[in-house]
């Protein structure tokens, strides 16, 4: 993982330029008129993604809009080749490793507000039974109006004061995404999505970067809101180019496998459940689903929660549209964080293509066809590499916390057994093996 950039790309980077010129937005919708907001953590300055919707015609107007990298990051140039190459941002916990120089990340691409900036939209009309009626994905102008954080919009719609009264222009609109959400979850649900409600472990490290808490999280509504209005633009893309039949990178999640599905099976057993499985062996996600929806509340949701994740497939970067096993979507892609993950940037220019014709002109379509799939496997080993360095400088900084408590006494839930010893997940987030050899007492 570099830190620095080489110095042609550091140099590509003071270059670009710090607004989008006016010249630029020919060709272009302007979406300046539109309210649009922006929904992040505090600490979030790399800005991929806004939000616009109101109600209408029984349903809803929904605009996604995505930071245009395309416009400024050229294909197979230096700075292009740099991102190719990371093919992702990586956040460690104490810092950022960006794919692209900070000048692009979190200057002329991030959607700051205030600023006129260049965007990718998906803009769908929505049926109150979820169903996209109509789209449109084009590109344009837009001006954040508000830069929102989670903690606001969940003060905000939780009906906390002095936070409604301070944000009265913009309540409205939070209320109808609010709505909007439980429409697509409701969809997503009743076709049979999984939803792994485990909470995620933060860090908190002071100015030394020595850790001083940890904080055990789940998804707030905030952020339900935007994982949702991203989720049904991921969608709508990965249809409107599977349908045109053109070369593409989608994002691919594959049924588990029969000797995970056993595994899960025999833990199941031995709490008196069972997942149906089909007649051929295959289950479909809505089965995992019922199973959790089953021991929610249960002291044995978080151990059979944990188990049914890691009896998943990885999901990963392909040129075949094989469908997203966990979302239950016959079509998906990633289209709303090309600022930091490579494939995202590859869906944006391949769109682009589509722009003047409806379709990618017949010489490119047979380079891309060539090019795309070591790129989307490039991208899978990029994305691994990401997630296991998080992983481990997270737990590096978890055992960091927990030396000044050598000693004590804890009570913790066996997350897994091994022959050399079994592993327990402390109340508090913490996993940790106690070895085999160490259980004096117990055989």
């Given at each position: 993982l570099n830190e620095k950039f080489p110095p042609d790309v550091a140099e590509a980077?003071?270059?670009?330029?710090?607004?989008?010129?006016?010249?630029?937005?020919?060709?272009?919708?302007?979406?300046?008129?539109?309210?649009i907001v922006t929904i992040d953590g505090e600490d979030t300055k790399d800005i991929d993604d806004g939000v616009y919707?109101?109600?209408?015609d029984g349903g809803f107007f929904l605009g996604v809009y995505i930071a245009d990298v395309s416009h400024y990051v050229r294909a197979g140039e230096p700075l292009d080749r740099e991102a190719a190459q990371r093919g992702t941002s990586v956040y460690l916990v104490d810092r950022v490793?960006?794919?692209?120089?900070?000048?692009?990340?979190?200057?002329?691409?991030?959607?700051?507000?205030?600023?006129?900036?260049?965007?990718?939209?998906?803009?769908m009309e929505i049926g109150m039974d979820g169903?996209?009626?109509?789209?449109?994905?084009?590109?344009?102008?837009?001006?954040?109006?508000?830069?929102?954080?989670?903690?606001?919009?969940?003060?905000?719609?939780?009906?906390?004061?002095?936070?409604?009264?301070?944000?009265?222009?913009?309540?409205?609109?939070?209320?109808?995404?609010?709505?909007?959400?439980?429409?697509?979850?409701?969809?997503?649900?009743?076709?049979?999505?999984?939803?792994?409600?485990?909470?995620e472990v933060k860090v908190k490290l002071d100015a030394d970067g020595h850790p001083v808490a940890l904080e055990k999280r789940t998804g707030s509504v905030g952020e339900s809101i935007i994982e949702e209005c991203m989720l049904a633009a991921n969608e709508t893309v990965a249809r409107h180019m599977e349908l045109k039949e053109e070369p593409f990178?989608?994002?691919?999640?594959?049924?588990?496998?029969?000797?995970?599905?056993?595994?899960?099976?025999?833990?199941?057993?031995?709490?008196?459940?069972?997942?149906?499985?089909?007649?051929?062996?295959?289950?479909r996600p809505s089965d995992i689903q019922q199973v959790l929806d089953?021991?929610?509340?249960?002291?044995?949701?978080?151990?059979?929660?944990?188990?049914?994740?890691?009896?998943?497939?990885?999901a990963r970067y392909s040129t075949a549209s094989l469908g997203h096993f966990g979302l239950a979507a016959r079509y998906y892609t990633h289209f709303t964080s090309p600022i930091r993950r490579y494939p995202d940037l590859l869906v944006h220019r391949l769109l682009r293509e589509t722009f003047a014709t409806g379709y990618i002109a017949a010489e490119k379509r047979e380079r891309l066809r060539a090019l795309l799939p070591e790129a989307a496997e490039h991208s899978s080993a990029r994305e691994r590499i990401a997630i296991e360095a998080e992983r481990?400088?997270?737990?590096?900084?978890?055992?960091?916390?927990?030396?000044?408590?050598?000693?004590?006494?804890?009570?913790?839930?066996?997350?897994?057994?091994?022959?050399?010893?079994?592993?327990?997940?402390?109340?508090?987030?913490?996993?940790?093996?106690?070895?085999?050899?160490?259980?004096?007492?117990?055989?």
């Open positions: 980077a003071a270059h670009c330029p710090k607004d989008p010129l006016p010249e630029e937005y020919a060709g272009r919708r302007d979406r300046r008129d539109f309210p919707a109101y109600e209408k490793i960006p794919m692209l120089p900070k000048e692009l990340s979190n200057g002329i691409c991030s959607l700051n507000e205030g600023v006129d900036r260049l965007s990718m939209a998906c803009e169903e996209v009626r109509h789209y449109e994905i084009v590109p344009c102008v837009i001006h954040v109006a508000r830069r929102l954080t989670y903690t606001l919009v969940n003060r905000v719609l939780a009906g906390d004061e002095p936070f409604v009264s301070d944000n009265g222009d913009i309540r409205p609109m939070l209320e109808t995404l609010r709505r909007l959400r439980e429409v697509l979850r409701a969809k997503r649900h009743r076709r049979g999505s999984i939803d792994f409600e485990l909470p990178v989608y994002r691919v999640h594959e049924t588990p496998t029969a000797e995970k599905i056993e595994r899960l099976q025999s833990l199941l057993a031995a709490l008196g459940l069972r997942l149906h499985v089909d007649e051929d062996g295959k289950v089953r021991v929610k509340g249960q002291p044995e949701e978080r151990i059979i929660g944990a188990v049914a994740l890691r009896s998943m497939q990885q481990e400088t997270t737990d590096m900084k978890k055992i960091e916390y927990m030396a000044q408590f050598v000693g004590e006494t804890y009570e913790g839930v066996i997350s897994g057994v091994t022959a050399f010893g079994i592993f327990v997940e402390l109340e508090n987030g913490v996993e940790g093996l106690v070895h085999v050899s160490t259980m004096i007492n117990d055989y």
